[in-house]
C-alpha cells in the first residue's frame, strides 16, 4: 500500500515537472530542459557523482531515437539509470528507493527568477511628474497614461485654434456691447 502510494506521488510530481514552462504540454510526456530542472530541483544531480552532462546523457539514452521527449515510463528507466550513480554505497533497490524519496512530492522552483528592478536611477527616470516638454502631455496628474490622447493630436472640432485660451466667450463679450 505505502509502495502505490510513492509511486502516486512520483507520478505527480512527474506531471508537475512535464508541465512546467509550456501551456501546451499535457503532463504524459516530458522534454530535455523540464527533465534536467527535475533532476537539479530535487538534488538528483549533486555535482560530484551525477552533473547535468550525466542527466542528459541518460535522457538521450532513454528516449526514442526520433523522439524528444520522454513518457513515464522512459522516466522510470531513467531513474533505474541515475540511482546506482547517484547513491554509490547502496544496492540497485535502495539507491532506486533513495532517488525516489528525493523526487516525491516535489514541484518545480521559481528560484531565481527575474525581479522588478528597484534601484533609485530607474526610480527617477520612470516618475512621470519630472516629465517636460511632449513627454509631459502624455500623463495625467495621477502619473497615469492617458493612451491614444497622449500620442497624437486629437482635433477638436469646435472652430478655435488649439492654444486657443478662451474659448466659448465670444457670445459673452458680443451681449456685452
Known sequence: MAESADMEQLMTSFKKF????????TGKEMNGKNWAKLCKDCKIIDGKNVT???????????????????TYEE???????????????????EALNSVYKLIEGKEPTNVGVTKVAKTAAVDRLTDTTKYTGSHKERFDDTGKGRGKGGREELVEKTGYVGAYKNAGTYEEKTKAK
Open 18 to 25: 512535464a508541465i512546467h514552462g509550456d501551456t501546451k504540454a
Open 52 to 70: 547535468s552532462t550525466d542527466v542528459d546523457i541518460v535522457f538521450t539514452k532513454v528516449k526514442a531515437k526520433t523522439s524528444r521527449v520522454i
Open 75 to 93: 522516466f522510470q528507466k531513467a531513474l533505474e539509470e541515475l540511482a546506482p550513480k547517484r547513491f554509490k554505497g547502496q544496492s540497485k533497490e
